[in-house]
């Protein structure tokens, strides 16, 4: 397998996951200019997408998709309240509905519920064979009956949205703070550590703190805090960096 963050923040999200037999998208926020040039700049083609995950409907999540669909066809994965509430893509031929869990040849992909103030937002754990990909961004927490599926797995491309302190001083109104910090809302620096801290195992290779926050968060603010957490729990994984709103990830090899 191979993955790399296109895109992560308010900005719009991307991240492209291949497989030997798929090359799929996990969201495509953004344009269609930016995810075909980011593609292209780890050698991908756009034409080639064989498939589209969508986590959620926030436009940050799919504002590139009516673009793209327009001059490339690949198969949208969505699941139906989404795809009921979605009314642009109705008409189009490529539609594969999720419930809980999607196999494609030697590719499962489970679809676990997050929480967030959206139609039917969802997370996703990738696995090809005996490689292993988590995906949680955009919930307010992470739901103890979904720990069986997230354990020990190669990557965590996992939310660190805000500094908690840094939110609570910050220039959001009240009632954006509020939603922010709920139970619908996204995950916390200290929360994302806590969770991790838990979460990974002697399998797990890399971590991405994703969705960083450019008004309440830092990449320094989220990296000592998932470092502090470790340190505490006497976690030994350091192999831990950023995704950025502008930038593409390195390519993860698996």
Known sequence: MKVCVLASGSGGNSTYIETDKYKILIDIGKNRKYIVDKLNEIGVKAEDIDYIFISHLHDDHISALKTF???YHP??????????ELKDIHDYEH????????IL???KVNCIHSSHDATDSRNFIFENGNKSVVYVTDTGYVNYKNFKYLTNKNV????????IEK???GPYPDWLK???LSDYGHLSNNASAVYLSKLIGNDTKKIYLMHLSEKNNTE????NEIHNVFKTYNIPFDDIKCAKQDLISEVINL
């Open 105 to 107: 040849d030697n590719l």
């Open 69 to 71: 669909l327009k001059k």
């Open 156 to 163: 965590y491309l996992f939310e660190a949205n805000h500094d």
């Open 178 to 180: 509020k939603r922010v």
């Open 167 to 169: 939110l609570e001083h």
């Open 95 to 102: 539609i594969l509905i999720y419930e809980d869990e999607v």
């Open 75 to 84: 198969t949208i994965v969505i699941s139906a309240p989404m795809f009921q």
């Open 220 to 223: 320094e603010l989220a990296l």
